[in-house]
């Protein structure tokens, strides 16, 4: 029986002559090799970490640096940046923000987000900002399809319920920090009971102002109550600068009156002690006592009475004991005429 030869593969007549199947098959293999080679690493950057995923599935975490993966897109890496702190605008836009997620895409939008009514229905206009961080990111990656929105609607349903349980007084005024605390706290809550791999850092209130057409009302009711505060504030202290000088007033004159009575009383109490002991005398030596005073008083007296002479009765003369010239007591006028 004859035997048939198999029919050779058709080249193109300018295929290059010497070179083989082999030697392409070859060269196609080196080629992949060399793609494999450069497929098999991938470099993390210093503020990330790298997901792996095997076959779609998840496989590890790599730390930053230099890393090893099995070619072919048979692990894929997704970069997470775990060591930056992310945040979300609402209401308003940052020029220049490089997460398409990080503010609402158009005007429209943001005027929607920003637009509320409060709890005594009225309408107030708020922008915040939530900053926050990646804290797990398989979680992050493999609990919701779109992280990033879905915290956009929790936060943007969080601040309408805030706003909702408030005046708009408290609103646009005394209440803003409480409702950053307790925006906070719930943002906080959702997020860990959903597992969605954030960890919310803060929520901060910007503009909060009433809607433009009554703008100008607000302004004047704001002006109204600034006034009556300061007239309040000038009230206290005029307050403070007079009543406690009254009282210091009034606490002076109690003490010199209170320094005038001991001093009434002790001097009356000393006079008392001194008659008591001239009573005492007195009583010892009557005669001598009374003399005594007596003279003492007389040295009181007479010095103060001018031109007067004092003679003993049993004196034979007055004319030989009459000086012819007398001392003027000082503050006296010396008598015209002598006699």
């Known amino acids: 029986m004859a035997t048939r030869t198999p029919p ?11 070179i083989s199947v082999g030697g ?7 080629l992949i090799g060399i793609v494999g080679l450069f497929s098999s690493f991938y470099q993390v950057p210093a503020n990330s970490l790298g997901v792996v995923q095997r076959f779609g599935a998840f496989h590890g975490i790599t730390e930053p640096g230099l890393q090893f993966k099995l070619p072919f897109s048979i692990d894929t890496v997704s970069l997470v940046e775990v060591r930056r702190q992310h945040k979300l605008e609402f209401g308003f836009s940052t020029p220049g923000a490089t997460n398409v997620f990080q503010a609402a895409y158009d005007r429209g939008e943001q005027e929607i987000e920003r637009n509320m009514v409060t709890g005594d229905q009225n309408a107030a206009v708020v922008e915040w900002v939530v900053q926050y961080q990646i804290s797990d990111p398989k979680s992050y990656l493999f609990n919701f399809r779109e992280p990033e929105k879905t915290l956009r609607d929790l936060s943007e349903a969080v601040m309408r319920e805030v706003v909702g349980d408030r005046t708009v007084d408290e609103v646009l005024t005394i209440g803003r920090q409480e409702m950053e605390v307790t925006a906070l706290d719930r943002l906080k809550g959702l997020v ?3 597992e969605m791999g954030i960890q919310i850092d803060q929520i901060q209130l910007r503009n909060v102002n009433p809607p433009t057409p009554v703008q100008a009302s607000f302004d004047e009711v704001n002006r ?17 600068k007079v009543v406690p000088r009254a009282k210091g007033e009034a606490e002076q004159k109690l003490s010199e009156a209170e320094g005038y009575a001991t001093k009434r009383t002790n001097e009356a109490e000393g ?20 003399k005594r005073i007596f003279l003492e ?10 031109n007067k002479v004092i003679l003993d009765h049993k004196a034979p003369q007055f004319l030989p004991m009459m000086p012819l010239r007398q001392n003027t007591p000082a503050g006296t006028t010396a008598p015209s005429g002598g006699r």
Do not use: C, H, W
């Open 271 to 290: 006079d008392a002690a001194r008659f008591t002991a001239m009573l005492n005398e007195f009583q010892k030596a009557p005669e001598v006592t009374r």
């Open 297 to 306: 008083t007389l040295g009181e007296v007479l010095p103060n009475i001018p």
């Open 224 to 240: 109204a109550q600034q006034e009556k505060e300061q007239m309040i504030n000038q009230a206290n202290g005029e307050y403070n």
């Open 8 to 18: 050779s593969l058709p080249f193109p007549e300018n295929f290059p002559k010497g």
């Open 192 to 194: 860990s009971k959903l």
């Open 24 to 30: 392409i098959m070859f060269a196609i293999l080196v």
